[in-house]
């Protein structure tokens, strides 16, 4: 079984061109597949058929796995097996047709503007203190994924027209604007940078050894950040992203421009936030509508009831 694995992971690294990471992902769920059969005492890929496949989405779903990761779970499992045909292994595709649970969609959690705002307002004093606000304000200015921000190199930088060349998901590459804080705040970090890191590297963040900074770090210290400012939640890269979608839509209404700069191939996955902004307008209206108003329970005696127009 391993050996169709280990093909399988050389064909999307070196035909289809994924990215280690998602090698990383497909094998890592065809591995937790490779086990659960050989627990079921079966250790040939081309026996697994249907009636096993829903047992392991039971399995799966009976794991805690949401309806999301286990469509990706059968997502894996039906490009491995397309491959397994090709190359002979195979006799059918056991997880054609065979769909995930529903589950309900968790909206992403952002952080409100007064919250962005405090954050990024703090004082930077030290190198890492400068180097860590540039970091934030990049991400939340030009809704960075965190393995985008971590690939930067300094020449990817424009700061004379205000911009950023990010290599996003699928090697696709777009150019993306730097909001006139977020360059202030390069500019001072690059000041700071020459005396850290040798001539040789490109990378645009440093660890303080004066190599790039890994993702976990970047995560570990926008955490710390975040609890040193007194937020009242838990601070993740992610969450600099979905705000930056979140509050530039809110502001513009224009959908089509917030999935460009997200970098999204499919629009579906943009649409997530207009439930986050009809949340937002949502609670605008309760609280600014007259008829909308929520009436106050002592007074009335009938809850948090709306006002009707009788």
């Known amino acids: 079984m391993q050996a169709q694995l280990s093909s399988f992971g050389r064909h ?37 058929n249907g009636h096993q496949v829903r047992r392991y989405v039971a399995a799966l779903s009976r794991d805690g796995l949401s309806g999301r990761s286990i469509a990706r779970h059968l997502s894996s499992m039906r490009r491995f097996y397309q491959f397994l045909l090709r190359e002979g292994w195979a006799r059918d595709n056991p997880a054609i047709g065979i769909r995930a649970p529903r589950s309900g969609r968790r909206l992403p959690r952002v952080a409100d503007v007064d919250q962005i705002s405090h954050l990024l307002d703090a004082r930077a004093d030290d190198l890492l203190d400068i180097r860590d606000l540039a970091m934030f304000e990049l991400m939340y200015s030009s809704g960075l994924r965190l393995s985008e921000l971590v690939g930067l190199d300094v020449s990817a930088l424009d700061l004379e027209a205000g911009n950023v060349r990010v290599l996003g998901k699928g090697s696709k590459e777009r150019l993306l604007p730097v909001g006139r804080k977020a ?33 976990r770090s970047i995560q570990s210290r926008l955490a710390r950040w975040g609890i040193q400012q007194g937020a009242d939640q838990r601070l993740h890269p992610h969450m600099l992203r ?6 530039l839509l809110e502001s513009s209404g224009d959908l089509r421009a917030v999935q460009e700069l997200l970098g999204h191939a499919d629009i579906a996955t943009t649409q997530v936030y207009t439930h986050l902004d009809f949340q937002h307008l949502a609670r605008v ?12 329970a002592g007074k009335t005696g009938a809850g948090s009831e709306r006002r009707s127009d009788q």
């Open 285 to 296: 209206y309760d609280q600014s509508h007259p008829r909308a108003r929520r009436r106050m």
């Open 183 to 215: 360059m202030a705040a390069l500019q001072r970090w690059l000041a700071c940078r020459r005396g850290l890191a040798p001539d040789t590297e490109p990378a645009l963040f440093l660890s303080q050894r004066g190599d790039r900074l890994s993702p």
């Open 242 to 247: 979905h705000s930056f979608a979140s509050h």
């Open 12 to 48: 999307l690294a070196a035909e289809k061109r994924h990215s280690p990471r998602t090698c990383e992902h497909y094998q890592r769920d065809l591995l937790r597949l490779a086990g659960w059969l050989v627990s079921a005492g079966t250790e040939c890929w081309a026996d697994l």
